[in-house]
């Protein structure tokens, strides 16, 4: 029996869009491992396995089910070791928290960016718990945060100079080939790609280069997604 | 013989602040090399070895010369496979060139932050080199690039947010213990902190935490500099 992946989706099963489960896709491509995957919008998650979490991704494989895209990664890595490496080594390993922290430092630049546009992919219940919850969290509506964010796409593009940097001396942050640090990052504009029609990256750029070519990778997995706002009512 | 390295220092030689020879100088006490340090400033950098490179550090291990920072560390690690690790692995390896692109993204902050302090602490013919080719990079003169620093303090602490919420979850960048990462957000941080009065980190954070937990490695190694603006003329 394949591992069963819970991921998260909007009002078409078929838009998948979460940041933190594109990372754990990638990672289970990057290892080989084909998984049966199962869209599960956000007022549903709760009922998936309460004992082990309350947020996707959620893996179950086998008689293990784990929680979390920092634990499912490190799961990987330790259960199928014969399969290619997620990081490398442990030094790899450990740059990966880092990679982490740097996707969630920019995470009120991608909210500012598209988060309304994710609540309007989302199916009418997920709709009311997404505007209410994320709506106290930023201390205001949601088209507020969202207002006039063509000015805040230098904001991403200054945030991603590490990464454009990087890029003139490699075409990975993983080095010649992509390793879980790669998709970390991929994952979070994976995210603003899947829900909204606004391009995050400049066309050209070394960052919009690097991320077409992730698009590109296992048969163009990123690609294999309904997009855009058109596409939650599809 | 022990290898020699070129680092760059102030009026006083022992006002060693390179961010670059910093990177290095912890590279080599990682791996337990001790070396014989020439301190060099800026205008006799150029008769080192030009044949090869123009910028320190430069490390002269044997019968080899090895110039710039990335190169003596790919250096080290391969040439002293026996030692500590470096980079931890492959991944961490190419993880490392992000850490360098990341800090270069922060160069400019740092600019503005001590670039006139820099100055203050050369000697003459280097201040007359240094305010030249500086104040033609910045298009203007150093007083106005550092003006009003305090109020970019806050520009630091952001650019380090990535690094700070790592920290929740380990305490190096390196995991457990650090690694050459670690090592190249320190040298930059040490670069202010040797030339400059100013304090660049608020104490008491977790970033200033694991500064003062790297000052104090290998026996307290980024403590035995004379740092400041008193130790230019001492």
Redesign the interface.
């Known amino acids: 029996m394949k591992p069963i992946l819970y991921d998260l989706c909007g009002a078409n099963p078929e838009q998948r869009f979460s940041p933190y489960c594109w990372r754990t896709v990638y990672a289970l491509a990057h290892k080989g491992i084909e998984v049966e995957v199962r869209p599960t919008p956000f007022t549903k998650i709760k009922d998936i396995a309460p004992e082990a979490g309350k947020t996707v991704p959620i893996l179950v494989d086998g008689d293990k089910t784990i929680c979390d895209s920092t634990a499912i990664a490190a799961y990987l890595e330790d259960a199928y070791p014969d399969r290619p490496?997620l990081?490398?080594?442990?030094?790899?390993?450990?740059?990966s928290?880092?990679?982490?922290?740097?996707v969630?430092?920019m995470m009120p630049i991608f909210a500012s960016l598209v988060v309304k546009d994710v609540h309007d992919v989302l199916a009418p219940d997920d709709q009311a718990y997404f505007r209410t919850t994320r709506e106290q969290r930023f201390g205001k509506s949601l088209e507020e945060v969202q207002a006039g964010r063509e000015n805040r796409l230098g904001d991403l593009a200054k945030a991603l100079?590490?990464?454009?940097?990087?890029l003139a001396?490699?075409p990975?942050?993983?080095?010649e080939s992509p390793?879980y640090?790669d998709y970390v990052i991929f994952a979070a504009l994976q995210w603003g790609r899947v829900v909204s029609d606004i391009d995050l990256l400049e066309a050209g750029t070394p960052v919009h280069a690097w991320f077409e070519r992730l698009l590109d990778m296992y048969d163009g997995l990123g690609r294999k997604v309904a997009t855009g706002q058109a596409a939650a009512a599809a």
């Open positions: 490496s990081f490398g080594g442990e030094g790899g390993r450990a740059a928290h880092f990679f982490e922290s740097y969630i430092s100079k590490p990464l454009e940097l990087m001396s490699q990975f942050v993983g080095g390793l640090g």
